[in-house]
Structures are given as C-alpha cells and as structure tokens.
C-alpha cells in the first residue's frame, strides 16, 4: 500500500510531468516560410537550412513557398499567425527594409513591430553582368558607352525596388550617366532577355547568375559591394565599388534573415537562435552556400539582430527615396 507520503507527492509529480512537457519546444514541425517562389537563391537558402535543423531541433522543418507583392504576402502572413514559435520567416532585407518604403499605403505590417528577429543566416552582394557579346571588358568602359548615348543602354531588374533596380540607380547617380531601367516580373525573365541580348546588362544577387558567368555567356564587370569577393572564385578579380567610385559611398548588401512573429516567448527565441546559429556558423553549410554567391552571417544574439535591422532600414529608405519608386 503506498504511503501517505507517496500518495501526497503523486499530484505534485504528474504537474510537473505536464508542465514539462507543454514546455518542450518545438512540439510539432516548423514551418519556414520562403516569401518568394520555389527555385530562387532564397527558396535554396530556406532548404539547405531546413535540412540541416531538422536533426537539430528534433523536428521536420517544412520549407512553404508562399510569393507575391514583393515577398509581403508571405512575411505578412507570419506577422499575424501564431506566436508559438513553430512558423518562421526566411525574410530578405527588401520585405524587412525596404518594402515599407515602396509600399507607403498598402504595407500590411510593420516589420520592426510586428516580427521578432531572431538571426539573419547568409549575406551577399550583387553582381554586374553584361551580355557577353557586348564589346565592354571593364566597367570604365560600360559607364563610357553609357556616357556616350544617353539613355541607349538598357538594364534589366528583378523588378522596382528590388537591390536589382535600387543598385543601378544609385550607380547611375554617383556616375552621372543615364542608363535606361526595364524592370521585370522577377529575375528569371530578365535573365532570358539579357541571354537573348535585349537588354545590355543587369544587377542581380550572385545565385542567379554565378552559373551563366562560369559558362561564358555573361561577363562580370562589377559588385555591388564595397570589397571585392573572395569567397567566389570565378569572380575573385572583379573590381568592388570601393575601388571603381571610391567617393559613392556604395555598399549594397542582401541579407537575409530568420524572424518570428512578435510576442513569441524569450526563450524559444534563443532556442530558435541557437539552432539556426549553429547550421549557419558550421563548414558543411558554407561549402554547400559560398559557391552560390552567398556566405554565412550570424548575430551573437537576437538583441544584435534587432539593432542591425535598425540601421539597415535607414540605409534602404535613403536608397528607395534615391530611386524615387514606389509601390502602391
């Protein structure tokens, strides 16, 4: 028979059974959200991450593709669902800097208030390619041409607003040349036109266009970046904007990075932190990443994040206010 002591300790034991295992997180698979259609450099960033958590938190972590309005849709969609922990968003500095700007009416949240950083994972510039069938070998040479004919040459975007479009306008400013914008319904499509050499050249992030520089039908003339890439070695000796307009100030980085819904509890927020932290810090997921364009970046802490984030959305308001797009 137990004992009295046995009998007032069971309810006691079976709380704290339960309570612990309300506590356990994540419970149930994660869902990451990809604010952008299957294929592109971010959808590749949310599946080798989603692989590599999974054993990690013990969990299935589901990548949802869920594109539109410039990636809003899909970040407005985990602003305003559960503040569990167990959806997520892969955000791009764009949605989280830039779109509030380009989206001054219609914006559906506000990023700063309605997300919670957790940690971005993988940074990168953007890189200048031209048609290889294009007489120009340097990028002094393309801002010549352009200087010669304004308003002839022709550059393709990824659409308006994106670091494609905002990149040549800030270039086009600090040169002083008139480059003809043509802004597309994404990269691919631009790609294919300047493949078939309507249109002279483009800025897009590294992913999209690393394979058609390695097979010699674009030429790279520049990054967007400040310094040189090193990590790239197809593109190790092209000239970053530091060294071609030291005085413009240019540094045009993608980030991307991981955030909640605001009001998720403190400490799944560092579970989460830690775990995408220790994918992105690990040498298997830069080998699998740094060849693509992109490289590994993490913040110490959520509160880091927080406060990069901060200053980068002045950076993209000046840039947006630059190119004078908008949105609504």
């Known amino acids: 028979m137990p004992s009295r002591r046995t009998l007032l300790a069971t309810p006691f034991l079976l709380a704290a059974s339960r309570a612990s295992a309300q506590g356990a997180f994540p419970s149930r698979s994660v869902r990451l959200v990809v604010p ?70 219609s914006m559906p949240f506000e990023p700063l208030r309605d997300l919670a950083p957790v940690t971005r994972v993988t940074t990168g510039t953007v890189l200048l390619v031209v048609n290889a069938e294009r007489p120009w070998k340097t990028f002094a040479e393309m801002i010549a041409a352009a200087k010669a004919r304004p308003g002839v040459l022709t550059m393709g975007s990824s659409g308006t607003g994106t670091i494609s479009h905002l990149t040549i306008e800030k270039v086009k400013k600090s040169a002083g040349v008139d480059i003809t914008h ?93 775990a995408f932290r220790q994918v992105a810090a690990s040498d298997e997921f830069r080998g699998r990443i740094e060849p693509t364009g992109f490289t590994p970046v993490t913040d110490a802490t959520p509160a880091d994040f ?12 000046e840039l947006v206010e630059l190119s004078g797009a908008t949105l609504d």
Request: proline share 6%; with cysteine.
């Open 36 to 105: 952008f259609a299957p294929g592109g450099a971010v959808d590749i960033t949310g599946r080798l991450l989603a692989e590599r958590l999974q054993p990690i938190l013990g969990q299935t972590v589901v990548v949802e593709n869920r594109g539109g309005a410039g990636g809003n849709l899909g970040a407005d969609a985990v602003a305003k669902g559960e503040k569990d922990g167990h959806t997520l968003l892969l955000g791009a500095a764009s949605i989280l800097c830039a779109n509030k700007f380009l989206y001054r009416r």
């Open 306 to 317: 927080a406060a990069y984030w901060r200053a980068q959305e002045q950076v993209w308001k």
């Open 182 to 274: 043509v802004p597309y319904r994404g990269g691919g499509p631009a790609i294919q036109d300047l493949l078939s050499g309507s249109i002279d050249m483009m800025f897009d992030v590294m992913p999209a266009l690393m394979p058609h520089v390695r097979e010699g039908r674009f030429r790279a003339l520049a990054v967007g970046s400040a310094d040189r890439i090193g990590y790239v070695p197809e593109v190790r000796e092209v000239p970053g904007m530091k060294e071609l307009m030291p005085d413009a100030g240019i540094d045009m980085q993608s980030w991307y990075g991981i955030v909640a819904p605001a009001g998720v509890a403190a400490d799944r927020v560092q579970r989460l932190h830690d």
